[in-house]
């Protein structure tokens, strides 16, 4: 019980959640608490958005949590322009031999495909390619203009104290200054991934610094300008050209389908100024004029999880929780879905229904599906090891011709790791303490392919309930019971039990046919984060339900 002097002793914090950091996971963290009523005071040691490219890629699912904030068409309106090619081409350089070339539709073409659905098609919000910087600025833009959020740029976390209720957070001005006090009932470290506050907590990555063997250690992205090379030396447009020889493989991406460009390659070519222009006249094929716009250096071949997620009140989400190899793109990814988890759970911690296990079940959850996540990106990179790149490769003569039929060969195992929709969409909460299990065999996890499964721990499976709502936009903000089928049993007795605990809880009933059949049950309990809680064709006790998936079951 709480006496007088302690409510006296412990003073209200200044904000329920104290997010440290302002890339794309802790931004979409406080968006989805503010979405839910959860106010967080974001701290950020930058003064405006990153002004250098990063990853390219915005997942399927990235792109449904997206949707859920409203913020999916401003994403799209980023980038490229809709009808840009997305093409993934290797070359020898850029007017040499095209030796492999995989097509992929325009941002147009693919939601021109969501659009011609069918009731069950799984993807309502198709993968979206926009330079993370591009993206960055409109969700900041969205995060200064929401009231809930506290946004502190120009800002540097120093450290922390757990209080027995909260957390104290350390901040001064970036560069120096009086350090200040602030005050949460939790804190997150979306900090990246020198992240400060998982080297406070003491936790340490595990996992493997693999060889892809095509290009892993230590790499330099530089950020390009080079105004004539579209009109004037690339014969087909694509999205991203690797230029692949003997001695040399490098990858450029466009980012504006005009004169700007992000180069990776690794160190010991480009090393310099001078380096980098000579190295990108080597790619193209011809002298170019190249402006050099900014550099950053980062390490290729990561597959690194933290040992832990979480300590007490402090939690850490994203490149802070894990490191990947960027191949199929899924380090922001991983860390979005990261904080979708996370989100409801403080915030239902903070509204006081949540029950003692529940903000530990983030743990539970993510790590697996962070280990998982980054195993699938080294393993989608193994077969470049094999590229034979012969000396022949370049030669217009028969062997060179078979060189550069035995390279097309080996990339066209690359298609996956850019159209992956099973690491996408298909992370499942096996085991989880917060899951009501039903018993259904256990699907194949397979990288490429996305099987829908209302079996619970899985995302929930989608529907289209008219030419353009989805299932997924008449989902409650907390808890929603599914009712399908003709002669769905009451929800009143589940309602009432959930009034009572103060838990969010909205009822659809949904009368197509096909809900009943991908479902395969009458009833199905989806998670404020989309995922399947519980199902079946009749209600169990109410209590015991609501208790199990709200985290009230030591694990
Ligand atoms: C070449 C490359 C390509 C990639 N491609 C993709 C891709 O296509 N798709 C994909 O999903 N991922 C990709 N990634 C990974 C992706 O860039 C990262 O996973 C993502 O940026 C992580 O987001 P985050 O918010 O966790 O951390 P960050 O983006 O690192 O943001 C952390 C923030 O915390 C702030 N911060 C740090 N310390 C402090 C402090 N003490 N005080 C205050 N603020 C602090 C930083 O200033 C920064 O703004 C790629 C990465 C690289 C290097």
Redesign the pocket.
């Known amino acids: 019980m709480t006496t007088k002097s302690s409510q006296h002793d412990t003073p209200p914090a200044d904000t329920p959640v104290v997010i ?7 931004m979409f963290l406080a968006l989805d608490l503010a979405s839910k009523g959860i106010r967080s005071t974001v ?4 003064t405006s958005h ?1 002004a250098y490219p ?4 915005h997942n399927a699912r990235t792109m449904e949590h997206y949707r859920r904030l409203g913020l999916a068409d401003a994403v799209r309106a980023a980038g490229l322009p809709p009808d840009h090619p997305t093409d993934v081409v290797y070359l020898t350089s850029l007017n040499g031999y095209e030796l492999k070339r995989l097509r992929m539709p325009s941002g147009a073409e693919k939601m021109a495909e969501a659009a011609a659905h069918s009731v069950t098609s799984q993807v309502p919000e198709p993968l979206h390619r926009s330079n ?1 910087m591009y993206v960055e600025k409109v969700v900041l833009e969205r995060l200064l203009a929401t009231e809930a959020v506290t946004c502190r740029l120009g ?3 120093t450290g922390f104290e757990e209080t027995g209720s909260g957390v104290a957070v350390r901040v001064r001005p970036a560069g120096g200054g009086p350090e200040e006090v602030i005050t949460g009932q939790y804190l997150v470290g ?5 992240s ?1 506050v998982r080297r406070q907590l003491g936790l340490s990555y595990e996992g493997e610094e693999a060889e892809t063997g095509f290009s892993s250690g230590l790499r330099h ?1 530089r950020y390009l300008r080079i105004p004539n090379v579209v009109k004037d030396v690339i014969r087909e447009p694509a999205w991203q050209y690797w230029l692949v020889r003997p001695g040399r493989v490098a990858s450029l991406i466009t980012l504006d389908a005009r004169e700007e460009f992000k180069l ?1 390659v690794y160190a010991g070519n480009a090393d310099d100024d001078d380096a980098v222009r000579a190295f990108v006249d080597d790619c193209v094929g011809e002298h170019v004029d190249t402006e050099i716009l900014d550099s950053q250096d ?1 390490v290729n071949g990561l597959a690194l999880v933290a040992d832990r997620y979480q300590r007490g009140r402090v939690l850490i ?4 929780a894990h490191l ?1 190899t ?1 191949i199929g ?5 991983t ?1 979005i879905d990261d904080a979708a988890n996370l989100a409801w759970k403080l915030a239902a911690a903070i509204q006081g229904w949540a029950g003692p296990y529940l903000v530990d079940s983030y743990d539970t959850e993510r790590r697996p599906a962070g280990v998982r996540n980054t195993s699938a990106a080294i393993s989608l990179g193994r077969p470049l090891r094999g590229i034979p790149l012969g000396p022949a490769l370049e030669e217009d003569t028969p062997e060179g011709r078979k060189a550069r039929g035995d390279a097309a060969h080996v990339l066209e195992t690359q298609r996956e790791s850019f159209a992956s929709l099973g690491v996408q969409l298909g992370v499942r909460y096996e085991g989880s303490p917060i899951i009501w299990p039903d018993g259904a065999p256990e699907p194949e996890d397979s990288y490429d392919r996305y099987v829908p499964t209302a079996r619970p721990g899985g995302r929930a499976p989608h529907l289209w309930l008219s030419r353009t709502q989805s299932l997924f936009d008449v989902l409650g903000p907390g808890f929603t019971l599914l009712r399908m089928g003709g002669h769905p049993p009451s929800a009143a007795a589940l309602a009432d039990a959930a009034r009572r605990r103060a838990i969010p809880l909205t009822v659809v009933d949904i009368t197509l046919p096909e809900a009943r059949d991908l479902y395969e049950c009458n009833l199905a309990l989806i998670r404020p984060d989309q995922h399947v809680a519980w199902r079946g064709d009749e209600l169990p006790d109410p209590d015991e339900l609501l208790t199990q998936v709200t985290g009230g079951l030591a694990p």
């Open positions: 440290v950091g302002a890339g794309p996971v802790g701290i950020e040691q930058s990153r990063k990853g390219d890629t993370q800002t540097e976390f979306c900090d990246g991934a020198r400060h992205s990776s980062w989400c994203g490149d802070a990947f960027p793109g899924f380090g922001m990814n860390g």
